[in-house]
């Protein structure tokens, strides 16, 4: 109990930073409500966080495998339940409402109940930096939990290079952390840069990248056309969406300048492949199904864009009002691959896709 209390106190300090980035939105914003509700929120966050700390570490916490998961189960809850407030308050959701919606943000799911124009800047950015957050734990999670002890076959040759440490009081823990961290947020602003670089509004720039990179589809902005109304700025999102579907450890060492390290994680660069020839087989069905007479290079961006935000599991549109012009049951199919291993991405994960096709290789071979 003692390690979880640690967990859930951690927790609560990093969902306090987006309280208080909110608060200052809210702020410059001038919005009253929204400076009271998350000026008392990060305040009550940061409180009970510390309490909670001091509390838990009066006792050496034991982790034992079954604790690992109890963790992260509370973790999750922790933060769902927490971020309900905001919605609460300021929303006047119902519970029921509150908790999809806090659900949604934190696993980066991206879906509202509530229409993006009834919305406060302070909650749009409340949403985009708790989905942020939820794409973090998902990482942390990863590397801790799902890699260190292989669930459902994770692979963990390359976990090495990020995972330093694994109890508490480790010294190494902290660098663990700044290994996971460091590159997810630096390809965050290297996101957001290059859409400021692009003439983004700064605002849109800073939302599209805390989206983007979580695989969150949430849209803090209203769309009259396609999502960016710029042909360069909606390139780099397709980039980075590849980005946040790929593994961190990849990242890391990309990050890091390893690239011997970087070619050993094939994983990765199997999956861009995968993208690649997915964009292909993906236009030629959807020109198939959906022929254009006019327009033929825009048509084949705004379906590239859609093929590419699916198989990322980020599910941003291109153009809302338009809707998809790709097959469904092939968007379908990719939705479930969704991206690698240690990554924000969902889906059943390349690895597994390619240990399905190994296998049915190996049994075709045997009946042959």
Same mark, same amino acid.
């Given at each position: 109990m003692p390690g979880i209390g640690i967990l859930?106190?951690?927790?609560?300090?990093?969902?306090?930073?987006? /309280?208080?980035?909110?608060?200052?939105v809210a702020f410059l914003r001038a919005d009253a409500p929204g400076i009271e509700t998350f000026g008392v929120l990060?305040?009550?966050?940061?409180? @009970?966080?510390? *309490? /909670? *700390?001091?509390?838990? /570490?009066? #006792?050496?916490?034991?982790? #034992?495998?079954?604790?690992?998961?109890?963790?992260? @189960?509370?973790?999750?809850?922790?933060?769902?339940?927490?971020?309900?407030?905001?919605?609460l308050l300021l929303e006047n959701a119902h519970p029921a409402a509150a908790f999809f919606e806090a659900s949604s943000a934190a696993i980066t799911l991206g879906s509202s109940l509530m229409p993006v124009e009834k919305m406060t800047t302070a909650m749009v950015f409340f949403r985009s930096v708790l989905a942020w957050i939820g794409g973090l734990l998902t990482l942390m999670l990863a590397v801790y939990v799902l890699g260190r002890y292989s669930v459902g076959g994770t692979p963990n040759r390359d976990l090495r290079f990020v995972l330093h440490?694994?109890?508490?009081?480790?010294?190494?823990?902290?660098?663990?952390?700044?290994? $996971?961290?460091?590159?997810?947020?630096?390809?965050?602003?290297?996101?957001?840069?290059?859409?400021?670089?692009?003439? $983004? +509004?700064?605002?849109?720039?800073?939302?599209?990248?805390? +989206?983007?990179?979580s695989t969150n589809s949430f849209v803090g902005w209203r769309v009259s056309d396609s999502i960016y109304n710029n042909r360069a700025a909606e390139t780099i999102l397709m980039v980075f969406m590849l980005v946040g579907a790929t593994s961190i450890i990849w990242q890391r060492t990309i990050i890091s300048n390893q690239i011997t390290q970087t070619r050993e994680q094939t994983e990765s660069l199997s999956y861009l492949l995968f993208a690649f020839f997915a964009v292909l087989v993906g236009l030629i069905l959807s020109f198939q199904t959906f022929p254009v007479s006019h327009q033929f290079m /825009?048509? @084949?961006? +705004?379906?590239?864009?859609?093929?590419?935000?699916?198989?990322?599991?980020?599910?941003?549109?291109?153009?809302?009002?338009?809707?998809?012009?790709?097959?469904? @049951?092939?968007l379908i199919g990719l939705a479930l691959v969704g991206g690698t291993s240690y990554s924000t991405a969902g889906g059943m994960k390349l690895f597994r896709l390619q240990a399905m096709m190994r296998h049915s290789a190996n049994e075709v071979m045997r009946l042959i």
């Open positions: 859930v106190s951690l927790v609560l300090l990093v969902l306090s930073g987006a /309280t208080f980035v909110s608060f200052g990060s305040i009550a966050y940061s409180v @009970i966080a510390i *309490f /909670t *700390f001091m509390v838990a /570490t009066t #006792k050496r916490p034991i982790f #034992k495998r079954s604790g690992v998961f109890s963790g992260a @189960i509370a973790m999750w809850f922790t933060l769902i339940f927490a971020a309900m407030p905001p919605f440490g694994a109890s508490r009081g480790d010294p190494r823990l902290g660098a663990t952390f700044v290994e $996971v961290v460091v590159p997810y947020a630096a390809m965050t602003l290297a996101c957001m840069t290059l859409l400021m670089l692009a003439q $983004v +509004n700064p605002v849109q720039a800073v939302l599209g990248a805390l +989206n983007t990179l /825009t048509a @084949i961006f +705004n379906r590239s864009f859609d093929i590419i935000s699916t198989l990322t599991t980020t599910g941003i549109t291109h153009t809302p009002g338009a809707g998809v012009a790709v097959p469904a @049951i092939f």
